[in-house]
Structures are given as C-alpha cells and as structure tokens.
C-alpha cells in the first residue's frame, strides 16, 4: 500500500508540476511580472523612497525592516520574516504600513536575494542576469510545482485508499474538482489570489485562515459525499459554511500598486490554472492508482 | 460461521493496512505543501514566489 501510494503520487505530482509550469508560463507568470513592474516603479509615493534608496544597495544585514521603510518602526516588532525580506511585513501594528506602503518588491529586492541566498535562489526582479537568460525563475517555479504537486498529489491518492472504492483516471478527474474546491476556489472567496503589490492583512493571520478553510472544505466534501445521512450531512454544510463565517483578515486599505484590471485578470488566470491542474493531477493520480492497482 | 469470522478478521487488517499508510502520506503531503507554500524562510520564498502567486497561496 505504501509502495502503491507513494509512486502514484510521485508520478503524478512530477508530471502535473511540470505541466503546470509550462501553463503558467502562459497565464500567470506575464501577468505576476507586469504587476511587479508597478510595484517595482510607483516612484511618487514618498513611503517607498526608503527602498529606492537602497535597491543596490542592500545587502542582508542592510536590510532591516528600519532602512527599508522608515514609517514602520513605531511597530517596533519586525520578525525574523521581516528583517530577511525587504516585503516589510510587521505584526499586528504593520497594518497600517503595509495599507500604506505595499511590500517593497523593488528591483532591489531581486539584488537582495541574490545577496541572501548565495546560491541565486531568487525571483529575480527584471534586470538581473537571471531574469534576462530566463532560466532561472522557471526552473525555480518549476522546482516549488513539482514539489507542491507531489504533496497534494499525496494527500489526494492518500483519500482514494481511504475511500475503499475503486478510481480510474475519469473518477480521478471528480477528485481533482474536489481537491480545486478546497484548495483554491473556497479560500479565493475570503482571499482573492493576489499580485505582488497588492493590500493584505498580515501575512500569518491570512496563511491561518486559508489552511482552516482548506481543511474545512475537505472535511466538508467527504462527509457530503461518502456519509450520507442527514447529521452528517448538516455538518458537512456545517463546514463548508464555517471559513467564512469566521471571515478572512481582510486589509484595512485598499488601493494596491497594480491596476485593478490586472488584478482582476490574475484572479481568474490563477483559478482557471488551479482548475487545469487539479484536473490533470486528478486524472494522472486515479490513471496510475488503477494501473498499480493489485492484480 | 468461522469463514465469517475469517473475513471480518480480514476486512480489520486491510481497514488497518491502509489507514497506516494514508495517515503517513498525507502527513508527508502537507509537510511538503506547508514547505513550499507557506515557509516564512526567505530563500524558500523567493524560489517559491511565482508558485506561491498562482497557486494563490498568501505570499507576503
């Protein structure tokens, strides 16, 4: 079981990972570039000359939350997230920084990187060697897909196991839409995907709540689905429900970096991505779960 | 009867044979999910990045 489990997931993880990547290409990425391109400019705001300043300049020690952005210190509670990356995301009190100077993704931030990282292990904002020869990011990308794949792929192959029953490749497909709700379309209605420059609450506040609504939604789907009886099925509904009664941590401003239109258009590029993925993850799971079935 | 008894006995072991290594991988799935998707690590993050953006995962 063990053995049926892992290389059915390692195989559909790998596979739908790099085909991902090459959607992504296509969809998300030039609209996650261009986003960047507004976050990296906005040269009039007075808040971001703090990072202007210093974009070749930075280095890792450079980099506290306090020379980056000098607004934000009366927060006083950078951790240790801040002081590495420049995005100056500070506790509770941030909110009113972050509303007033999005995370500073500057060009510099890409220099910055290359600083922390030795290794290159970097977005590279544009103009750095990496990004011109363009190997780097989506072999990165590539890498964090992979990677993300198998361990949903995982958990997906994980249920079919637990649900006792047999799945091929076109049930594998319904999995897949019930991984796609959990995991992207149920926290896209607190937390709408977003692009570098956008407004957000605090970072581990959003990470908390989209992980309850993930798991809720799961939770949900199952019992809807394979205990079909009236309590558990109120509890199911229950679930579904609960993430967002709760309410995600919204921002307490608005007004991002990028043009709403651009906004807009990622949010539905990274939905109908996450769909064609799930959907491919869905489908390669069930055809290798069937093919290394027992015989 | 004891042919009964041999399947029940059966079906608790195959129950038991896969609950073990469900539990394990989906363990090991969210590991690697939470790794990459939602590390505060800044080098993971940045090579993250792009992923994390479309996989709309709270990046930031």
Known sequence: MYRRIFATALIAGLLAGLGITAIQEVTTTPLIRYAEKFENAAPEAPHRHGALENRFSLTREARGHDTLSPHVHAGGEARAHDTLSPHAHVGGEAQAHEAAAPHLHAAGQARAHGNSSGAGGGHPGPGTAESETGIGPIFYTAMANVLTAIGFALVLVACFALAGRPVSGREGVLWGIAGFTAISLAPALGLPPEVPGAMAAELGARQGWWLLCAVATGGGLWLLVFRRSTPWTIVGLALLVMPHLVGAPQPQELGGSAPPEIAAHFVAASLVTAAVFWAGLGWLSGTFWNRLAPR | ?60
């Open chain 2, 1 to 60: 009867m004891t042919r009964n008894a041999t399947l029940i006995a059966q079906a608790k072991s195959s129950r038991a044979s896969i609950a073990v290594p469900a539990a394990v991988a989906i363990l090991f799935g969210v590991f690697l999910v939470l790794g990459t998707g939602f590390s505060h690590s800044d080098t993971i993050h940045n090579a993250a990045h792009d992923s994390r953006h479309s996989f709309a995962f709270p990046c930031h």
